[in-house]
């Protein structure tokens, strides 16, 4: 069960990140999640939207460099050490994980998180059965 991030590969210069926001924004699209990674150059913007294809498409019109990657979306206890439980069971199967960030979504108990790893299947299956719940598409889009 994955859900869909949406890269944007962008020069690194002032106003870019608006520009983004904006022709998402102006399209309807609701982010949900962003994550910006910069370089002295270039940076990338990593999103989870609720119309991953639309936004690719709004973004392709104004010349953006996009592209689309299966990430998961992992639900962890909102509470001190959440996180850690997860990242023990990853490491635990010698899961190496590429790059994460949180958001937060709509709950009194939950937080969420992306996970970039190199087996999508693998990594849902250890999760699974170790009762920790991914996030959906639905989820995504129910946000």
């Known amino acids: 069960m994955t859900i869909q991030q949406l890269s944007v590969f962008a020069e ?4 870019t990140t608006l520009s983004v926001t904006e022709a998402l924004g102006k399209a309807g699209i609701d982010i949900r999640a962003l994550n910006v990674a910069d370089s002295e150059g270039f940076g990338i913007l990593r999103m989870i939207v609720d119309d991953t294809e639309k936004a690719k498409n709004v973004l392709d019109q104004e010349q953006c460099i ?8 992992v639900y962890i206890p909102d509470s001190p050490g959440g996180l850690s439980e997860v990242l023990r069971i990853l490491a635990d199967h010698q899961v190496n994980i590429e790059y994460l960030y949180a958001f937060i979504v709509k709950s009194d108990v939950n937080a969420c998180v992306v996970l970039r790893v190199r087996d999508n299947e693998e990594v849902e299956q250890i999760l699974t059965e170790a009762g920790i719940k991914l996030v959906s598409r639905e989820d995504i889009q129910g946000l």
């Open 66 to 73: 996009t592209s689309v990657a299966e990430v998961l979306g």
């Open 12 to 15: 690194n210069r002032f106003g």
